[in-house]
């Protein structure tokens, strides 16, 4: 990290290269699984300072989770004409590596709390609950037309679904260990069919966390890299498993699928506690696989790092999750 | 062999030494988090060192008996396949004991006469997952409820097991 900030510097005089740029801090950020992040202060000749954030990849077979830096920074940069939902603007792209030791997304530092933090705080985090669901509501409604060519367009509702239950055919052939229970699974998700909705860009990592908040301006939503287009319910399904506390879902399921539908105007035969437990299956597929990958890599020459056997543990719990869901919705 | 403390007493020891010793002493707050997530995979393989060659020879037995009862009442090209295949055997001498008695039997028996080196039992383990996994795809496709009822016990079997491992898992680093 201490050689980060004289790169970075070297990065600012390319991009930037009037405004004679100087690193005045940088410092980890520390949380987060996927991606290695700085927050950087520089100040600027004319005296002006502004902080910003990195993201960027882990170095090569060091990380669990694998998404595209590219892809990544090509949504970010068309998300404020394709949304109504607010953004941290992305300022610079470092896309080879050159100067920031791997491809990194410099974005503005906002000033903001994290909304999970709000919630922690707060003594009624009802209303927070809403605007984490109106937040995510929005999301959903982001008119496809507007992504970007790369975001993969599936053709429908049902080839996704089944795109997805087959993905978890795979890796049963791939990772045996969890096969048993991913075929237990699959199979009984390919008979347990919700109604349809509309495909909708679904965030990937939907959690209050996510969502930076100030009496400023709107809340931003951050850390799009598994944003996809899908089934919106993937998200609520996904909310459902995250354990920091509170979990305005689990607080009052009813009052935070009312404030979705209303917003949404799905139905409740679309949007209901059952389905949502069905998407909970259906929004871990991605990242399972990669859980999965990761160990299954232990012990070789690309050590993916001390993560992937810490979440094992993670694994474990959503072979525990899924078969509880199945249990329930039988 | 020393065999007191074992194994498991001797990775909960080193725990101790990395959260009571270890951990007060670093600054950078990267190294504390990757030292509590080594800790925690540390107290993790503590568990499975004391019992995952019992764990998994139960189970095997277990899953192998699902297998051949769907076998006796199923056609299953992929199900015969990975029953085939049988227990694993490192030991040439036992392998050929136990190549003797599958032929005897028809049919791989769980639970045979094996190799208690962990590589092996792991390897008998995974076999045995994948004619399970074949025969609860043949009863799943038979539409045998009652089948496929005995397999999910099985798999909240296995799952529990799971959760023993992890029973003192945390969420940390987000």
């Known amino acids: 990290m201490h050689t980060l900030g004289p790169r970075f510097e070297q990065f600012l005089a390319v991009v930037e290269p009037d405004r004679g740029g100087q690193v005045v801090a940088c410092e980890a950020i520390t949380g987060g699984y996927s991606r290695i992040s700085a927050r950087a202060r520089v100040r600027w000749r004319g005296g002006e300072e502004e902080t910003f954030i990195l993201r960027g990849d882990p170095p090569p077979g060091s990380g669990v989770f694998v998404s595209d830096r590219d892809a990544e920074w090509e949504l970010l940069a068309a998300l404020p004409a394709a949304t109504s939902v607010a953004t941290p603007a992305a300022r610079w792209y470092d896309k080879s590596g050159q100067y920031l030791g791997s ?43 507007a992504l970007p060519a790369r975001v993969p367009h599936p053709p429908d509702w049902p080839g996704y679904l089944d795109e997805v239950l087959d993905r978890y055919d795979r890796m049963g052939r791939e990772y045996p260990s969890s096969a048993p229970v991913l075929r237990y699974v699959s199979s009984w998700a390919r008979a347990h069919r919700p109604p349809p909705t509309p495909l909708a860009l679904v965030h990937g990592d939907c959690q209050p966390s996510n969502v930076l908040v100030s009496a400023a301006g709107p809340p931003l939503v951050i850390d799009w890299e598994f944003a996809h287009i899908g089934d919106p319910r993937e998200d609520l399904g996904y909310y459902t498993q995250i354990p920091l506390q509170p979990n305005v879902y689990w607080a009052d399921p009813e009052r935070f699928l009312a404030r979705y539908r209303a917003a949404t105007r799905l139905t409740e035969e679309q949007v209901n506690p059952q389905v949502v437990d069905y998407f909970l299956i259906i929004g871990m597929a991605a990242l399972l696989e ?25 694994i474990s719990h959503q072979h525990d999750m899924f078969l509880a869901i199945c249990d329930r919705l039988s | 062999m020393i065999t007191r403390p074992t194994t498991d007493v001797l990775i909960g020891d080193c725990c101790r030494e990395l959260i009571e010793a270890i951990l007060p002493g670093l600054t950078d707050e990267t190294l504390k988090l990757r030292l509590v997530m080594a800790e925690t995979v540390l107290r993790n393989a503590a568990v499975r060192a004391a019992h995952e060659i019992a764990w998994m020879r139960e189970e095997t037995a277990e899953l192998l008996a699902f297998a051949e009862q769907v076998a006796a009442r199923y056609d299953s090209e992929p199900l015969r396949v990975a029953l085939a295949a049988g227990p694993v055997q490192a030991d040439p001498a036992q392998a050929g004991r136990a190549q003797a008695g599958r032929a005897q039997a028809g049919r791989a028996q769980a639970g045979s006469a094996g190799s208690l080196h962990l590589a092996d039992v792991a390897e008998h383990y995974g076999r045995a997952g994948q004619a399970f996994t074949a025969a609860l795809a043949a009863a799943q496709e038979a539409g045998a409820a009652d089948l496929v009822a005995r397999a999910r016990d099985l798999l909240r079997n296995r799952i529990a097991t799971e959760q023993q491992v992890m029973a003192s898992y945390q969420v940390v680093g987000r």
Do not use: W
């Not at chain 1, 003594?123 to 496809?144: I, K, N, R, S």
């Not at chain 1, 859980?291 to 810490?310: D, T």
């Open chain 1, 103 to 145: 491809k990194a997304i410099v974005m503005d530092c906002a000033t903001a709390v994290s909304l999970q933090d709000e919630m922690a705080r707060a003594g009624d985090a009802g209303p927070l609950a809403d605007l984490f669901v109106d937040t995510f509501a929005a999301v959903h409604g982001t008119p496809l037309g």
């Open chain 1, 290 to 314: 990669q859980l999965l990958a990761a160990a299954a890599a232990i012990g070789s020459a690309e050590r993916p790092g001390i993560l992937a056997p810490y979440l094992i543990n993670a």
